[in-house]
């Protein structure tokens, strides 16, 4: 049973440091492709208005912003810890079930 208990774990982590990866690349190349410019109808902001940042590289364009990511490492803590979580919950069948079988039974049928 720890063998696959210890194949979940180990899977889980991989997959959670590669989410990890994809994400902190993906969104904000996803941010900067699906929202590259929020302009402002002035100069100031009033009740409802976008509150990102200026961008200096538009000519040009007074009041236009720029929508950020931030990525907090609590969330991707929590991230992380959620995918090693599930990786364990999801082998845990497998796992007992594995166990409970017995070789000869198992090499019966490869």
Known sequence: MSQFM???IMMSLMAGVVGIVIGSVGAPTITS?????ISMFGTRGGPGSFQGYT???VPGAPGS???TVVLNPQLVLLAFGI????GVLGSLYPAWRA???SPMEALRYE
């Open 6 to 8: 210890i194949e979940g």
């Open 33 to 37: 492709l699906l929202l590259p410019h």
């Open 55 to 57: 961008n200096p590289e």
């Open 65 to 67: 912003q720029v929508a």
């Open 83 to 86: 995918a090693v979580l599930l």
């Open 99 to 101: 166990s409970r079988t």
